[in-house]
């Protein structure tokens, strides 16, 4: 916050913040005595600052976008030392140590987690007992299941419902999580996890089946630009697999061995496969392409989860692909796991 020197600016400021139901004061006690504590957003934007004294820390202010925030002591990214991660909403909120970590409570959102935790804490505990059987830890992971659904349904009007639907919204389609969007509260509604869940939402309708395809262009591994629509209107090519991917990424290491031997199977008869890569990293991405043998066409700006293609087609995890049919323009199907592909594309390629 701004330091303003005349004393009466400043009552008048505290005043203010005190008065507004957006006002919010954080404190706490830390273990180290001195130093400065900083709160940053999700994004890693610093909103504020404190200087510790003798282990207290006090904040205080007026949320102007609330969501999950951290606290930390440091305000360089490559170097944080998150103390807390909370929601950052409107109230009087404190920093206590519980076991061996920091907890933040005394606002809606943050008992309500801490309460949440609580329950899936003893759930997970008991997942981890030894004697436990398949069966037993299934019952238990659909428990997990059914209390996060169900604080999503109590919790419509704090920022814990967003940040579990959030989550789950990986599961649904674009439609479907704009029907729920609305039944959250105007104000949770405007929280800005929100709002950008609404917005990827809106971009995924534009890939939905039966939608058709958005052109994008990269470069290969040797810098050659090569364009979606370059690939489907090849001739010959009668079915294309938009996959996105990373090296990183282990569930996408885990398909490789199925993309592979799908390829191997279909390829002369008119499939081929578009991937693109989330990578920063140009070796890396690069030595799975030659380790692996996936000897299709892979493209990659380099801009990890920046990567343009899968902001145009608003991916929100990987592996995610797309099956278009060369013929009309369109997508057929979407992500297919495993042994799927191969089962679609037996039937397509009679």
Same mark, same amino acid.
């Given at each position: 916050? %701004?330091?303003?020197?005349?004393?009466?600016?400043?009552?008048?400021?505290?005043?203010?913040?005190?008065?507004?139901?957006?006002?919010?004061?954080?404190?706490?006690?830390?273990?180290?005595?001195? #130093?400065?504590? =900083?709160?940053?957003? &999700?994004?890693?934007?610093?909103? &504020? /600052?404190?200087?510790?004294?003798?282990?207290? =820390?006090? =904040?205080? #202010?007026?949320? @102007?976008?609330?969501?999950?925030?951290?606290?930390?002591?440091?305000?360089?990214?490559?170097?944080?030392?998150?103390?807390?991660?909370?929601? =950052?909403?409107?109230?009087?909120?404190?920093?206590?140590?519980?076991?061996?970590?920091?907890?933040?409570?005394?606002? %809606?959102?943050?008992?309500?987690?801490?309460?949440?935790?609580?329950? !899936?804490? %003893?759930?997970?505990?008991?997942?981890?007992? +030894? *004697?436990?059987?398949?069966?037993?830890?299934?019952?238990?992971?659909?428990?997990?299941?059914?209390?996060?659904?169900?604080?999503?349904?109590?919790?419509?009007?704090?920022? !814990?419902?967003?940040?579990?639907?959030?989550?789950?919204? $990986?599961?649904?389609?674009?439609?479907?999580?704009?029907?729920?969007?609305?039944?959250?509260?105007?104000?949770?509604?405007?929280?800005?996890?929100?709002?950008?869940?609404?917005?990827?939402?809106?971009?995924?309708?534009?890939?939905?089946?039966? @939608? +058709?395809?958005?052109?994008?262009?990269?470069?290969?591994?040797?810098?050659?630009?090569?364009?979606?629509?370059?690939?489907?209107?090849?001739?010959?090519?009668?079915?294309? $697999?938009?996959?996105?991917?990373?090296?990183?990424?282990?569930?996408?290491?885990?398909?490789?061995?199925? !993309?592979?031997?799908?390829?191997?199977?279909?390829?002369?008869?008119?499939?081929?496969?578009? #991937?693109?890569?989330?990578?920063?990293?140009?070796?890396?991405?690069?030595?799975?392409?030659? *380790?692996?043998?996936?000897?299709?066409?892979?493209?990659?700006?380099?801009?990890?989860?920046?990567?343009?293609?899968?902001?145009?087609?608003?991916?929100? /995890?990987?592996?995610?692909?797309?099956?278009?049919?060369?013929?009309?323009?369109?997508?057929?199907?979407?992500?297919?796991?495993?042994?799927?592909?191969?089962?679609? !594309?037996?039937?397509?390629?009679?």
């Amino acid at each position: 916050m %701004k330091k303003i020197i005349f004393a009466a600016a400043i009552a008048a400021l505290l005043s203010s913040c005190a008065g507004s139901p957006n006002a919010y004061t954080f404190k706490g006690t830390i273990e180290n005595p001195d #130093g400065k504590l =900083f709160i940053l957003t &999700d994004q890693g934007v610093t909103i &504020d /600052s404190t200087v510790v004294k003798e282990g207290q =820390f006090q =904040f205080k #202010g007026i949320v @102007e976008k609330n969501g999950i925030y951290f606290l930390t002591d440091s305000q360089d990214r490559s170097h944080l030392n998150v103390l807390a991660q909370f929601f =950052f909403e409107p109230g009087t909120m404190t920093l206590e140590k519980v076991g061996d970590a920091y907890q933040v409570s005394g606002t %809606k959102s943050n008992d309500r987690s801490n309460a949440l935790s609580a329950e !899936l804490n %003893k759930l997970y505990t008991d997942y981890q007992k +030894p *004697d436990m059987t398949d069966e037993q830890k299934e019952e238990i992971l659909q428990k997990v299941d059914e209390l996060q659904k169900k604080a999503i349904g109590e919790n419509r009007d704090n920022l !814990l419902g967003a940040a579990l639907f959030q989550n789950e919204a $990986l599961e649904y389609s674009a439609k479907e999580i704009l029907a729920e969007i609305e039944k959250f509260t105007p104000e949770i509604q405007q929280s800005a996890s929100m709002i950008r869940l609404k917005e990827t939402a809106e971009k995924m309708l534009k890939s939905e089946v039966g @939608e +058709p395809y958005m052109d994008m262009e990269q470069p290969d591994k040797d810098g050659k630009m090569i364009s979606l629509k370059s690939v489907i209107e090849t001739e010959g090519n009668k079915y294309v $697999l938009l996959d996105f991917w990373a090296s990183w990424c282990g569930p996408c290491r885990g398909e490789i061995p199925y !993309l592979v031997e799908t390829y191997k199977e279909f390829h002369k008869k008119g499939f081929e496969i578009y #991937g693109v890569s989330l990578d920063e990293k140009a070796e890396s991405w690069q030595k799975v392409i030659t *380790d692996k043998e996936m000897n299709w066409i892979n493209v990659s700006d380099l801009k990890a989860w920046k990567n343009e293609g899968a902001q145009q087609y608003a991916v929100m /995890s990987i592996p995610a692909n797309f099956l278009i049919d060369c013929t009309t323009g369109k997508i057929i199907a979407k992500n297919l796991r495993g042994e799927d592909l191969a089962k679609q !594309l037996g039937e397509l390629l009679k």
